[in-house]
């Protein structure tokens, strides 16, 4: 007897709490942003007669991307009962998952997957590599100092309005939404979060951290959060961890906890001492190319005119445009003019975020043109580097 093919619906709360014991079977393990994000996000569930089989979420959530916020799908918590794969049925869950925030705007769409081959073919690419790093607290205690600051606990307005100025600095960084602040409480309960500031001006850095017990060396301080203006902020901050060496050996920076900048690699007493982990990436596929470049910022000192082609979905040919970025606003017009470089979805989603920090390392990742022209469609996104500081 053939089985009926699944339904796709939005899921009520009564389906979502199916959903959620499908999961807790699907990943083996509880994952309890399935119901703490569930009531911001738009949930999808496929049922066949009556069962649950597969579902996800998604946020509509706006990243930033050249100074600008951009509205973007926020892909969460998605699986598939492990008797149900195989059948594609993921492909359809992501399409349907995507079509009501494409509804509501959005042009982008980012997840974290360890699946990355899998949702590659479906065109997100990983802007960059992702690390969490470990430390001696002691380490950190001898060669960092706090240089005069003032620490408070907790937060105001004004550090949140820090936060949204620094997000702004790096490409892909949430702008957070209202709830944000509760749903990290709740997910992390001894979360703590500190504001440094120099005697009496504003707030300059923002640390978030949560002590948590590790099953071999005892107790570890893990960072969540490590948003600082400048070095001499990022300093204190560092000196005012180490000071946790008398109860914790291990300071850790979560993966999404410390932006990617060599500032720990170039003040250490003995770099061995930094051991750094790889984690599955965040990856970033461009929903509607045209509207992305319409609404992100670009560098006003950049003026381009470049054709280029794009390989569409499908991958059987290349639509043709010529990207245009002036005076700090881009524009992406059909033409039928020769593409002077071809990109891939995947390949264009790296360049939008600047992920190629150079011509090199572009052409070793497949995308196809003159080195010299390359080098100039890279300096239209090469002001600020790919970080996204938010776990989902």
Not at 65 to 85: I, K
Request: aromatic share 8%; hydrophobic share 40%; proline share 6%.
């Amino acid at each position: 007897m053939t089985a009926s093919s699944p339904t796709i619906v939005e899921a009520d709360d009564a389906l979502w709490k199916k959903y959620d014991a499908l999961a807790r079977r699907a990943y083996g393990h509880p994952v309890e942003d399935i119901m703490l994000l569930g009531r911001h996000a738009d949930r999808r569930v496929a049922v066949r007669d009556g069962k649950v089989v597969a579902g996800g979420l998604g946020l509509l959530i706006s990243q930033f991307f050249g100074g600008q916020p951009v509205p973007a799908a926020s892909m969460a918590c998605g699986c598939v009962a492990p008797e149900e794969r195989g059948d594609r049925l993921a492909v359809s869950m992501i399409a349907e998952r995507l079509r009501p925030l494409q509804e509501q705007g959005a042009v982008l769409a980012t997840l974290w997957t360890a699946s990355t081959g899998y949702v590659r073919r479906l065109g997100w690419e990983a802007p960059v590599q992702v690390h969490s790093w470990t430390v001696p607290t002691d380490e950190l205690r001898r060669r960092f100092s706090e240089s005069g600051f003032e620490i408070a606990h907790g937060t105001t307005s004004q550090a949140r309005l820090l936060l949204e100025d620094l997000a702004a600095q790096w490409n892909g960084t949430w702008s957070r939404p209202n709830w944000w602040e509760g749903w990290q409480q709740r997910q992390h309960p001894d979360m703590a979060t500190y504001q440094f500031s120099r005697p009496g001006r504003e707030s300059t850095g923002v640390l978030s951290v949560a002590g948590e017990r590790h099953p071999v060396k005892g107790r570890r301080l893990v960072v969540y959060d490590f948003w600082a203006a400048d070095h001499p902020t990022a300093t204190a901050m560092l000196a005012f961890l180490g000071r946790h060496n008398s109860r914790i050996p291990t300071i850790v920076f979560e993966r999404t906890g410390l932006p990617p900048a060599p500032l720990l690699l170039h003040h250490l007493h003995r770099s061995g001492s930094l051991a750094a982990r790889s984690w599955h990436p965040w990856m970033l596929r461009v929903l509607d190319p045209r509207r992305a470049v319409q609404l992100r910022g670009w560098p006003v000192e950049v003026d381009l005119a470049l054709p280029i082609g794009i390989v569409t979905e499908d991958g059987t040919n290349a639509e043709r445009f010529v990207l245009q970025v002036s005076g700090g606003e881009g524009e992406l017009t059909p033409t039928i003019r020769e593409g002077q470089l071809t990109l891939s979805r995947g390949q264009f989603a790296v360049w939008y975020a600047g992920g190629y920090r150079s011509a090199a390392a572009a052409a070793l990742a497949g995308v196809r043109g003159d080195p010299a022209v390359l080098a100039r469609l890279l300096m239209a996104t090469a002001d600020r580097e790919p970080w996204l500081g938010d776990f989902f």
